[in-house]
């Protein structure tokens, strides 16, 4: 777990972002080059799109974050760590935010995961990995 990881915590919570569990503050790093990918997204109005003059109107409401995780080489109880801490229907997470320049919490909801094994009888895991996506967008 040597290296610094861009998520500080995974907390469960419910829809209304009530706490249903405690934090989970010692995920193993990620360690995949590409393993900690944020991106963001426009949540525009249904006044949103292409007028006839050609011009686009925006007309955007909020941006909600999304962040892919991936890590490699892990062991079972590792693989197991995350995919845990990843398994409520909502969960709150502190992470390392690039636009905002450092630390914020938001609320997530996880997409499909997998995890990927390589030798079973050592109990090492090739990758296992997923993507987060903000629950309740930041208003703009």
Partial sequence: MGLLS???????????????GSAV???PS??????FAWGESDISSKKAG????LVMKKARLGMSKTVTLKWVNLMTTEISAVLQAFSAEYVQV?????????WITRNFYV?????VC???DLGLWKSAGFTII???ADQS
């Fill in 6 to 20: 861009p998520i500080r915590s995974v907390t469960p919570i419910a829809e209304d972002g009530t706490v249903l």
């Fill in 25 to 27: 503050t010692d995920l």
């Fill in 30 to 35: 990620v360690v995949a080059e590409d393993g």
């Fill in 50 to 53: 292409r007028r006839e003059s």
């Fill in 94 to 102: 502190e992470f390392l935010d690039p636009k905002e320049g450092g």
């Fill in 111 to 115: 997409s499909d995961r997998e995890a």
């Fill in 118 to 120: 390589f030798n079973s």
């Fill in 134 to 136: 903000q629950q309740d």
